[in-house]
């Protein structure tokens, strides 16, 4: 997987994967002129649509509705260091039998996003840019 994030102007970007775009930016109150979400929301926009994804495909597969599902994210944020810190996910499903409520969480739970969050990824960092002379 990859993505190219391209500064705009001010405290806009433009995240760039597979051809599909969008902006990030900052509210007014944080210097930016809120043209998009800001790179924490788009951490819970990941979270909650690859929880959503894996509970559809649950769904999906055993031919049970799908429809009016709904995931929200919710995060605190802590500080030393600044980050995001409890996270709560809340899946609305269609009405389903309480063995396939289980078999939904289940499914959650196996979201590639969540997992990274639950098992702290090695992140590598590298500068590159000119010398100047």
Known sequence: MNVKVTYEEKVRFRAEARGHQVVCDQPESNKGENAGMTPPEFLLVSLATCAGYYAVEYLRTRNLPTEGLEVTVDAEKASGP???????IVVHTPEIEERHREGVLRAVKACIVHNTLLHTPHVAIELQTPVAA
Do not use: K, P
Not at 82 to 88: D, K, P, S
């Open 82 to 88: 600044a980050r995001l810190g409890e996270f709560r």
